[in-house]
């Protein structure tokens, strides 16, 4: 059985990235494109991980910080299906959690994607608001937060 490996993500990985997160979110208003996203692989304003497993980018997901607000925003969290099923997107998550720099962890995810409600819920988010119509199909989304605490600064990540 081969290991999942998340990690920081290279320069080299950004085409295999926008591959999935074209393919998972079409048309999302926070997609990156490549310059954005070479641009992030260095560490800046955003965090870019990225999942390998048997040698190719099979996940990747995505932190920023927006302005001074107390939340890191958790923006993608994205395996490629053939790879579904297999523990990647908690570890994705977890690697996440332990590197959000800021004391609470906050995502939005949809009413009607039950895999990703379970997964968030199991690693201990709870829905604190819903965005009505929030997505560009009309549907509304769930608004996550995951109190983490006080945090030590593991990385460096500003703000906007
Ligand atoms: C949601 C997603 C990230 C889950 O990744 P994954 O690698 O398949 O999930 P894992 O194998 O790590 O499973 C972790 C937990 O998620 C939940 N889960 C995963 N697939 C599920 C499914 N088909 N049905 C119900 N729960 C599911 C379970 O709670 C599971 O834990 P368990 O196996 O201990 O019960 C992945 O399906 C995906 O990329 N979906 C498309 C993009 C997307 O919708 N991302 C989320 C945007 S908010």
Redesign the pocket.
């Known amino acids: 059985m081969s290991e999942t490996i998340i990690r920081p993500a290279e320069p080299g990985d950004v085409p295999a990235v926008l591959r999935l997160q074209n393919d998972?979110?079409p048309g999302d208003p926070n997609a990156l494109d490549e310059p954005a996203a070479l641009e992030t692989v260095e560490f800046r304003k955003k965090m870019l991980f990225v999942a390998g497993f048997e040698g190719q980018v099979v996940?990747f997901t995505l932190l920023k910080n927006r302005g001074v607000r107390p939340w890191t925003g958790i923006d993608?969290?994205?395996?490629a299906p053939a790879?579904?099923?297999?523990?990647?997107?908690?570890?994705l998550t977890a690697f996440s959690l332990f590197h959000v720099p800021r004391p609470i962890a906050r995502?939005?995810?949809r009413p009607s994607?039950?895999?990703?409600r379970?997964?968030y819920k199991?690693l201990g988010f709870r829905q604190s608001s819903i965005r009505v119509g929030s997505y560009e199909d009309g549907e509304d989304a769930l608004v996550l937060m995951k109190w983490l605490g006080p945090r030590f600064l593991r990385s460096p990540l500003p703000p906007d």
């Open positions: 998972l979110f996940g993608f969290v994205g395996v790879f579904a099923g297999l523990g990647i997107g908690r570890q995502l939005f995810v994607n039950a895999p990703a379970a997964l199991r």
